[in-house]
């Protein structure tokens, strides 16, 4: 997945208009953007439209974010709209891989509940958004089989330690502690062998900014990035899709190596080829297969 677009659960206008976006996929929010006394109606109105879409040919991913595992809601959350399939859970603030761990042993149960293959259900957390979170990356190394990406936070984890500002002056470059967090998040989810999801840009106007830093993420090696607003979707894409010329590479660098399966290293009209641009080829292939340009 490339992109993937936040929409409020409670909002028929913007759920309604998501579908025709571009996104990979969609995240439709029981948390934040929805305030308590909606949560009944949004839960309904979430798996009213996984229901309705999920048969459709040509969909984007459907994933709920749910409220954190320390509070009151989750548990009906999940209940709310685990009948109507969707692809995955969104698991805001967890303290550590734990939190994945208890998440995936009720989706077993409510999976099973409701004659659901078991495991359908995939997971990401947003795996920084407390201080013991941030100490707790490497849990994620033995999560749950269910768990399919990690990205991260700064503003729920700028509230908690007490920040005047994620990012400096020039309102696009992050300060320290969230340069921590972002780096941290992509090695974890590396080393997970999960995706890695870049956060979200919140400033939405600034189309130039969210431009750079979807290229930066690429370039850094996230696979995909999170969007707060419809209009950063096609910048997302773009920047996550691999250019032409790097599929060409990269397949030529796949047909080497299958033909010549004992070598270490090869030559590629002068340049020594090895394992480390193997693992990188499969990358830009696996992305252009998101892209279905493969």
Same mark, same amino acid.
């Given at each position: 997945m490339?992109?993937? #677009?936040?929409?409020p ?6 759920i ?9 996929a969609l995240i439709l ?23 309705? /879409?999920?048969?459709k040919? *040509?969909?984007?991913?459907l ?14 959350d ?8 969707p692809?995955?859970?969104?698991l805001?603030?967890?303290n550590?891989a ?16 409701k004659g659901?293959?078991q495991?359908q259900?995939?997971i990401?957390?947003?795996? /920084?958004?407390?201080p /013991? ?5 490497p849990?994620? #190394? ?5 768990l399919?990406?990690i990205?991260?936070g ?12 994620t990012?400096e /002056?020039?309102?696009r470059t992050?300060?320290?502690?969230y ?16 995706q890695?999801?870049?956060?979200v840009y919140?400033?939405?106007?600034? *189309?130039?900014g ?12 996230f ?6 607003h419809?209009? #950063?979707v ?7 899709t ?15 190596f299958?033909?010549?399966p004992?070598?270490?290293a #090869?030559?590629?009209?002068? *340049? ?6 193997q693992v990188?080829?499969?990358r ?7 892209a279905?340009?493969v």
């Amino acid at each position: 997945m490339r992109s993937m #677009l936040f929409v409020p659960a409670d909002s028929e206008k913007k759920i309604g208009k998501s579908l025709g976006v571009g996104a990979d996929a969609l995240i439709l929010d029981l948390e934040d953007s929805v305030a308590a006394s909606n949560k009944p109606q949004a839960r309904a109105m979430a798996a009213a439209f996984i229901k309705e /879409t999920r048969p459709k040919a *040509q969909r984007p991913r459907l994933y709920v974010r749910i409220n954190p595992l320390d509070g009151a809601f989750w548990e009906d959350d999940v209940t709310g709209v685990i009948g109507a399939q969707p692809d995955g859970i969104i698991l805001p603030k967890p303290n550590s891989a734990a939190d994945a761990d208890r998440l995936a042993l009720v989706l077993d149960h409510a999976e099973k509940s409701k004659g659901i293959a078991q495991g359908q259900t995939r997971i990401i957390a947003i795996a /920084t958004e407390t201080p /013991t979170a941030m100490l707790t990356l490497p849990t994620y #190394l033995g999560a749950t089989q269910r768990l399919e990406g990690i990205t991260w936070g700064a503003e729920d984890l700028s509230a908690v330690i007490g920040s005047s500002a994620t990012r400096e /002056t020039d309102g696009r470059t992050w300060t320290s502690p969230y340069r921590l967090a972002r780096d941290l998040c992509l090695m974890t989810a590396v080393a997970a062998g999960r995706q890695p999801i870049d956060t979200v840009y919140v400033n939405f106007r600034d *189309q130039a900014g969210h431009a750079e830093e979807c290229r930066i993420a690429a370039r850094d090696g996230f696979t995909g990035k999170m969007a707060i607003h419809p209009d #950063l979707v096609p910048a997302i894409n773009a920047a996550f899709t691999p250019a032409a010329e790097e599929i060409a590479w990269a397949k030529e660098i796949e047909a080497m190596f299958a033909a010549n399966p004992n070598s270490g290293a #090869l030559n590629l009209r002068g *340049q020594m080829i090895d394992r480390p641009h193997q693992v990188r080829a499969a990358r830009v292939l696996a992305r252009a297969r998101m892209a279905g340009l493969v």
